[in-house]
């Protein structure tokens, strides 16, 4: 099985703050991993997908990069509408999702 | 509009079953993968299961191998999750969601807890 290993589990960023996100993969996973975003309350929603591809209709400011086993995910200027918790998923073999990323505000 | 509607989540006992249900609509719900995934309480997503178009692929997270099933009815454009033999461990929140790589768009999910 194919473990993925996302830091931090939580973090406080201000607004304008530059965020980062890391996952590893516990093998070569090539770029087969998506990052997704969930808010209280709501649905968890496809952000980033084969490690650099914005989704449709996702703010610009939202990127992703990597490759083999060490992915980034990067929020260039957090809002007060990117609290939410992040999660890495890999799907080289079966799916695996990272333990996911608690967001908050300073 | 893309919708997923997840039904059938409630407080069952251990060693008990449950089906739970996915209506889609929105989209051509034959042409896609369809996938379940869970959160339990405190915790982050766990994929359980996923089913292809005409359901002769089925793949399950280990810890539910023997005990759950996925299935489909592609004429009601429906999914489905049979859960049988049900554990504490399976208490969570259960999402329907299109596609099976890339995973997207989700419902808002269905409760189950799992109680001795």
């Known amino acids: 099985d194919i473990q993925m290993t996302q830091s931090p589990s939580s973090l406080s960023a201000s607004v304008g703050d530059r965020v980062t996100i890391t996952c590893q993969a516990s093998?070569?996973?090539?770029?087969?991993l998506n990052w997704y975003q969930q808010k209280p309350g709501k649905a968890p929603k496809l952000l980033i997908y084969?490690?650099?591809n914005l989704e449709t209709g996702v703010p610009s400011r939202f990127s992703g990069s990597g490759s083999g086993t060490d992915f980034t995910f990067t929020i260039s200027s957090l809002q007060p509408e990117d609290i939410a918790t992040y999660y890495c998923?890999?799907?080289?073999?079966?799916?695996?999702f990272g333990g996911g990323t608690k967001v908050e505000i300073k | 509009e893309v919708q997923l509607v997840e039904s059938g989540g409630t407080l069952v006992q251990t060693g008990g079953s449950l089906r739970l249900s996915c209506a889609a609509s929105?989209?051509?719900?034959?042409?896609?993968?369809m996938t379940w995934v869970r959160r339990a309480p405190g915790k982050g997503l766990e994929w359980v299961a996923n089913?292809?178009?005409?359901?002769?692929?089925?793949y399950y997270v280990d810890s539910v191998k023997g005990r759950f099933t996925i299935s489909r009815d592609n004429a009601q454009r429906s999914l489905f999750l049979q859960m049988n033999s049900l554990r504490a461990d399976d208490t969570a929140l259960y999402f329907c969601?299109?596609?099976?790589?890339?995973?997207?768009?989700w419902g808002q999910g269905t409760f189950v807890a799992v109680s001795s």
């Open positions: 969601a299109r596609g099976t790589n890339t995973i997207g768009p």
């Open positions: 929105g989209f051509t719900f034959s042409k896609y993968w």
């Open positions: 089913i292809n178009q005409d359901g002769s692929e089925k």
């Open positions: 093998q070569d996973i090539s770029n087969y």
């Open positions: 084969d490690a650099s």
């Open positions: 998923q890999q799907y080289d073999n079966l799916f695996t």
